[in-house]
């Protein structure tokens, strides 16, 4: 073999080679660039998109516990008040867990059940944060609308607002210290009413997630820490129920709509509410069912009072037999047809006119 095919044959063996090399390393690179792009993907996932987390189920036992705790006379028991309050609720930690929020809600629109539920909706907003920032009118809505998913509430809209309406201590405060006798500011109802309208329409605040309670910064409630923290708002503090029952697949329930007017749902004035604070005038006292004109969103006649049953009266609803009432319909017009023969004597005349003039005259003074 001559030098210069020596020297060709070298030459093709180092490029072969190089060109291996090549695609090795090339062939790293692009994993390497894979593997970053999958691990910033990773990172910039929405929270509300990211898998579940796995926890244990909720025992019977323990969501006994943990409802006792968050409704009637335990609810309002409280650790402290104040800046003692504040400096408790802030040393609970906030739940490491990341929030999911939770599933877009679109109620029906039209008609009386949505209006009724537009009204509720917008009451708890206005009465509960009315004057809070957006963002924390907008979360006590998304709370509204989670308790209405969740096993443990109501299945309706004005259900959830006025959970417990018929005893001193209502699931919402406002619904029992006198609140709604009196009139709302324009403004705020007004602003309270979009909010509501959206949630009602879809819209979804993240930021509370699953939550199904909250409370002011500045009262430190018993069952607070027996339930996962998840951010704060303005001047409240917004948790969600621990474990599975706090997760997206716990909020299953159906919405029935709204079977109640809200103006019925009202308690009665109670006379400690009267006795203390500012005077509630008369006038400012709305009666039990508002008509048309008096609440624009309540769509009945003005003589409707209501159309509920009252069944502890032992009340039955009856419908008639069409065919017995035709029955009957023909026999009194049979009766009414028949001939009845006139007086012939002329005295007898006289006085069954003179009769029937007195009578006349009596029903027209009456």
């Known amino acids: 073999m001559t ?38 993907a990773a990172t910039m996932r929405n929270p509300a998109e990211a898998a579940p987390v796995a926890s244990l189920p909720m025992t019977q036992a323990k969501a006994a516990v943990l409802l006792a705790a968050t409704t009637g006379d335990q609810a309002q028991q409280v650790r402290a008040t104040g800046a003692e309050a504040e400096q408790i609720n802030a040393a609970l930690p906030f739940s490491g867990a990341p929030v999911q929020a939770a599933a877009p809600f679109m109620a029906p629109t039209g008609g009386t059940a949505y209006d009724r539920a537009l009204t509720c909706l917008t009451q708890a907003v206005y009465y509960e944060a009315g004057f809070e920032p957006l963002e924390g009118r907008r979360a006590v809505a998304q709370v509204i609308l989670n308790r209405m998913r969740h096993p443990a509430f109501p299945k309706s809209v004005c259900g959830v607002v006025y959970q417990r309406n018929s005893t001193p201590i209502c699931q919402f405060t ?30 979804v605040d993240g930021a509370v997630g699953q939550a199904t309670h909250y409370h002011a910064d500045y009262v430190a ?63 400012d006292v709305p009666p039990a069912q508002l008509t048309f004109e008096q609440d624009k969103t309540i769509r009945r006649a003005s003589n409707d009072v209501g159309g509920l049953l009252d069944t502890s009266k032992g009340w039955r609803l009856s419908i008639p037999d069409p065919q017995a009432t ?35 005259a009596l029903a027209s003074n009456q």
């Open 174 to 203: 406002f619904v029992c210290d006198g609140s709604l006798n009196r009139a709302p500011a324009a403004g705020a109802w007004a602003e309270a009413r979009r909010v509501a309208a959206a949630a009602l329409a879809g819209y």
């Open 221 to 283: 409630p018993y069952w607070a820490p027996m339930l996962a923290k998840i951010t704060k708002i303005g001047a409240h503090i917004f948790y969600r129920w621990p474990g599975a029952w706090g997760q997206r697949g716990a909020f299953t329930g159906r919405y029935i709509g709204e079977p109640n007017d809200p103006a019925s749902l009202r308690p009665a004035i109670r006379p400690a509410i009267l006795a203390g604070g500012e005077t509630i005038a008369a006038a």
């Open 3 to 40: 030098s210069l095919a020596l020297l060709q044959r070298r030459a093709a063996i180092r490029f072969a080679s190089l060109r291996w090399d090549v695609l090795l390393g090339g062939a790293l690179g692009l994993a390497i660039l894979v593997g970053l792009a999958v691990t910033y």
């Open 326 to 360: 035709a029955n009957r319909a023909r026999a009194t017009l049979a009766a009414q047809e028949q001939s009845t023969p006139l007086p012939r004597d002329a005295a007898t005349v006289a006085a069954v006119t003179s009769a029937s003039s007195g009578s006349a």
